[in-house]
T-cell receptor
Framework: GENVEQHPSTLSVQEGDSAVIKCTYS??????FPWYKQELGKRPQLIIDIRSNVGEKKDQRIAVTLNKTAKHFSLHITETQPEDSAVYFCAASGGSARQLTFGSGTQLTVLP | DTGVSQDPRHKITKRGQNVTFRCDPI?????LYWYRQTLGQGPEFLTY????????KSRLLSDRFSAERPKGSFSTLEIQRTEQGDSAMYLC???FGQGKAKNIQYFGAGTRLSVL
């Protein structure tokens, strides 16, 4: 089955700096890669996703890049703000699998 | 509220008791998923329904776990003879299987289970 590895597990940045979180996946049949933000005690919320037919997608301060050959994808947050502090999860699905396989999460802390 | 709703939000039970959780998906979504999340980890897939059919079950879903979606709308997840290792957040998600929104899963707030 699919295996998703996520790094780093914790990340602290100064407000206004950029943050980058990286994930690798194992199943070359995976074709859908969402990123979720989860604040303490709350539901995971989709912040951006990318499908395997594109290499990059951007939504305001958030961007995701995908390298299918290397089987890795990354989340980029620019001009970070304290409200960006949360746990971020990457995930992958596709091929015969409808379910998402999640990474282990990155605790992002934006210091004011 | 048109999002995914789960009930109850919290459940405390004694080891050996049975518990049942309910999930109401977004109304037009035909796919429904159950995941389990423990502290500091990402959600782990348990099982998946398309309409009323349970199409896939994880190895994590022991024979003490059963899930149903009898009319293709709400779903229930039952855990029999609970063990302390069952303590976790149980998350439900739903998605629409067609079009641009295909595969986008929306999560409920979860049911936090504590087994004493």
């Amino acid at each position: 089955g699919e295996n998703v590895e996520q790094h780093p597990s914790t990340l602290s940045v100064q407000e206004g700096d950029s943050a980058v979180i990286k994930c690798t996946y194992s199943d070359s049949a995976s074709n859908y890669f969402p990123w979720y933000k989860q604040e303490l005690g709350k539901r995971p919320q989709l912040i951006i996703d990318i499908r395997s037919n594109v290499g990059e997608k951007k939504d305001q301060r958030i961007a995701v890049t995908l390298n299918k050959t290397a089987k890795h994808f990354s989340l980029h947050i620019t001009e970070t703000q304290p409200e960006d502090s949360a746990v971020y999860f990457c995930a992958a699905s596709g091929g015969s699998a409808r379910q998402l396989t999640f990474g282990s999460g990155t605790q992002l802390t934006v210091l004011p | 509220d048109t999002g995914v709703s789960q009930d109850p939000r919290h459940k405390i039970t004694k080891r050996g008791q049975n518990v049942t959780f309910r999930c109401d998906p977004i109304s037009e979504h035909n796919r429904l998923y159950w995941y389990r999340q423990t502290l500091g980890q990402g959600p782990e897939f348990l099982t998946y329904f398309q309409n009323e059919a349970q199409l896939e079950k994880s190895r994590l879903l022991s024979d003490r776990f059963s899930a149903e979606r009898p009319k293709g709308s709400f779903s229930t997840l039952e855990i029999q003879r609970t063990e302390q290792g069952d303590s976790a957040m149980y998350l439900c998600a739903s998605s629409f299987g067609q079009g641009k929104a295909k595969n986008i899963q929306y999560f409920g707030a979860g049911t936090r289970l504590s087994v004493l």
